[in-house]
T-cell receptor
Framework: GAGVSQTPSNKVTEKGKYVELRCDPI?????LYWYRQSLGQGPEFLIY????????DSGLPNDRFFAVRPEGSVSTLKIQRTERGDSAVYLC???????????FGEGSRLTVL | SQQGEEDPQALSIQEGENATMNCSYK?????LQWYRQNSGRGLVHLIL?????REKHSGRLRVTLDTSKKSSSLLITASRAADTASYFC???????????FGKGMKLTVNP
């Protein structure tokens, strides 16, 4: 597709469950970012990939959160033992160069009951 | 943590009026970006201004940057109801490559 694609668009899960959120960036974009956005707040940085490697994972809140980008394209954000406080919209963005213009997906809304 | 802080946090104006939003940040930057977000949607890039630029225009948008005051402003001229959205500034703190967003400013343009 032409834009950044995120799946699922909505995910409802129970506390303690494992969740995977997928991001398919724009073809050729080497930089990929994950953000988390709570209602009424700005996007909170989680992790940034340059190619296959995580260049900066300083925003991951704890070790329940993990992200991969094994082939330098699609990325998966993995959340273990979900908690109600993990409920938010998870945004993915890609860019042709680091710290350049970001192209965002529509987000994955996660609700933990 | 937030790097940029937008001011005001909310603004309501009439169609045709100008809207000005301010952003202050804390550390040195290479560039500053502005984004908009319609309710329930992803963010859309509006404009990027580099640290060696003072002003930039794009259509009805005018952005200024004052690195000595660590601040930027976004001016939307002749606003339209379709401009109703949240607006965010974003910077890379300390020259890092991660882009950090402010809390945003909600603009409402009344027809």
């Amino acid at each position: 597709g032409a834009g950044v694609s995120q799946t699922p668009s909505n995910k409802v899960t129970e506390k303690g469950k494992y969740v995977e959120l997928r991001c398919d960036p724009i073809s050729g974009h080497t930089a990929l970012y994950w953000y988390r956005q709570s209602l009424g707040q700005g996007p909170e940085f989680l992790i940034y990939f340059q190619g296959t490697g995580a260049a900066d994972d300083s925003g991951l809140p704890n070790d329940r959160f993990f992200a991969v980008r094994p082939e330098g394209s699609v990325s998966t954000l993995k959340i273990q033992r979900t908690e109600r406080g993990d409920s938010a919209v998870y945004l993915c963005a890609s860019s042709p160069s680091p710290a350049g213009e970001l192209f965002f997906g529509e987000g994955s809304r996660l609700t933990v009951l | 943590s937030q790097q940029g802080e937008e001011d005001p946090q909310a603004l309501s104006i009439q169609e045709g009026e100008n809207a000005t939003m301010n952003c202050s940040y804390k550390t040195s930057i290479n560039n500053l970006q502005w984004y908009r977000q319609n309710s329930g949607r992803g963010l859309v890039h509006l404009i990027l201004i580099r640290s060696n630029e003072r002003e930039k225009h794009s259509g009805r948008l005018r952005v200024t940057l004052d690195t000595s005051k660590k601040s930027s402003s976004l001016l939307i001229t002749a606003s339209r109801a379709a401009d109703t959205a949240s607006y965010f500034c974003a910077t890379e703190p300390g020259g890092s490559e991660k882009l950090v967003f402010g809390k945003g400013m909600k603009l409402t343009v009344n027809p």
